[in-house]
């Protein structure tokens, strides 16, 4: 699916944005009552594309968005930050009450088994600004020099919560306590888990980078070369070749592939106010290059459940 393709089954055009990374759907109307051929088309084409766009899904509220969610998957609520309320499973990031997440990761990655994907929904977008980027850590793992990949997965990053992606020190016309309270809550618990840096996807064998702001330092090294490590492994990642970029409207939802992806919400909108709802799905724990699985450190971290079904997932 390497250019602009219809499927007659599902009657949706699929757009590609770049080569490698993000594609537009045009003409679904998202629900709880998509069909088989319709579900089996949108797994295919996130896993080829990694972050799909759909433009338009206004008639979607809180629930319609959560059952939607649960054809693709177990839908979880975050393990730290409380859903909102009336919701089962709904991550609600909020510009006027500290949710920014401005900095570069993967959703959720200080637990061993996160969210496999992400499925955001535009609420209030600013008028200009708030885009968001992935970046393709597959592509990014495919494009590192052979001596590189070999190093890459020598290596084992320690991911944990203990920071707030969502805080930034260069934030202007903020108030300190939003953030604060958000960071509070958002590291009310505090997971470590010990991740490869490259794991293997389960179902398609590709191999993709895994750090972002969660991962702290590199295992077994000096503090220094774990500073290096991370910098040079995070700057190819997000390299502009394996990036795409979505300028929100309202009604706007979007799927990532968290397994495949890190994203950005670019924090350039002042006091505009933007919400956005993410419904995470259950993911795996990473299996390394060499076959060893992800594991949790900090003793105090209780493994991540999934809520039992809610009435509206
Ligand atoms: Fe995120």
Known sequence: MSEQKTCKEAEWEIHPITPETGAEIVGAELSGKLNEEQIRLLRETLARHKVLFFRGQNHLDDEGQEAFAALLGQPFAHPTVPVKAGSGYILELDSHHGGRADQWHTDVTFVDEYPSASILRSVVAPGAGGDTIWANTVAAYNSLPQELKVLA??????????????????????????????????ASTVYETEHPLVRVLPDSGEKSLLLGNFAKRILNVSASASDHLLQLFQEHITRLNHTVRW???????????????????????????????????????????????????????????????????
């Open 153 to 186: 997965e020598s290596l084992w990053a320690l991911h944990s919560n203990d920071f707030d992606y969502a805080v930034s020190a260069e934030r202007k016309g903020i108030a300190v306590t939003e953030e604060r309270n958000y960071r509070n809550v958002f």
């Open 247 to 313: 300028r929100w409207e309202e009604g706007d939802v979007v799927i990532w592939d968290n397994r495949a992806t890190q994203h950005v919400a670019v924090n350039d909108y002042g006091r505009q106010h933007r919400i956005v709802r993410r419904v995470t799905l259950a993911g795996d724990i990473p299996v390394s290059a060499q076959g060893e699985r992800s594991r949790v450190r900090s003793a105090s971290a209780p493994r991540l459940q999934t809520q039992p079904d809610s009435a509206s997932a």
